[in-house]
């Protein structure tokens, strides 16, 4: 596994304790459609506006969205970045799984040959 410097690995820790929340994925998944307003975002959900300039203020420090001032409004955007370090860091533990899996496969092939010669 590569290693990953002190200074994104804490910047890891921000992205997936921002993940970790239902309300920010969902809101991310919406950003993916363009850049919106807080009041567009906050539309589907049974929270307040406020609560979800909370969720926003989280993923910006993770660095997931940028903001930016548009007249009176501050439209939020996706900037997938740190995200892509994130799924960098998981896609690590592929060859694990794979190895996992194939390992299970070569017993239960075993488990069915031994079955069958029964």
Same mark, same amino acid.
């Given at each position: 596994m590569e290693?990953?410097g002190?200074?994104q690995q804490s910047?890891l820790?921000a992205v997936?304790s921002?993940? +970790?929340?239902?309300?920010r @994925?969902?809101?991310?998944? =919406?950003?993916?459609k363009?850049e919106?307003?807080?009041? %567009?975002i &906050? $539309?589907?959900?049974?929270?307040?506006q406020?609560?979800v300039?909370?969720?926003?203020k989280?993923l910006?420090r +993770?660095?997931l969205i940028? @903001?930016?001032i548009?007249? =009176?409004?501050r439209?939020?955007r996706?900037?997938?970045? %740190?995200? &892509? $370090?994130?799924?960098?860091?998981l896609t690590?533990f592929?060859?694990?799984?794979?190895?996992?899996?194939?390992?299970?496969d070569?017993?239960?092939?075993q488990?069915?040959?031994?079955a069958?010669d029964?």
């Amino acid at each position: 596994m590569e290693q990953i410097g002190y200074i994104q690995q804490s910047n890891l820790d921000a992205v997936f304790s921002a993940l +970790a929340d239902p309300t920010r @994925r969902a809101i991310l998944m =919406q950003l993916t459609k363009g850049e919106a307003a807080v009041n %567009d975002i &906050a $539309a589907p959900f049974e929270i307040s506006q406020p609560a979800v300039s909370r969720h926003l203020k989280v993923l910006e420090r +993770a660095g997931l969205i940028e @903001r930016g001032i548009d007249e =009176q409004r501050r439209p939020a955007r996706l900037k997938a970045q %740190d995200m &892509a $370090a994130a799924v960098a860091w998981l896609t690590e533990f592929r060859a694990f799984w794979d190895n996992s899996f194939n390992q299970l496969d070569a017993v239960l092939v075993q488990m069915k040959q031994s079955a069958d010669d029964t």
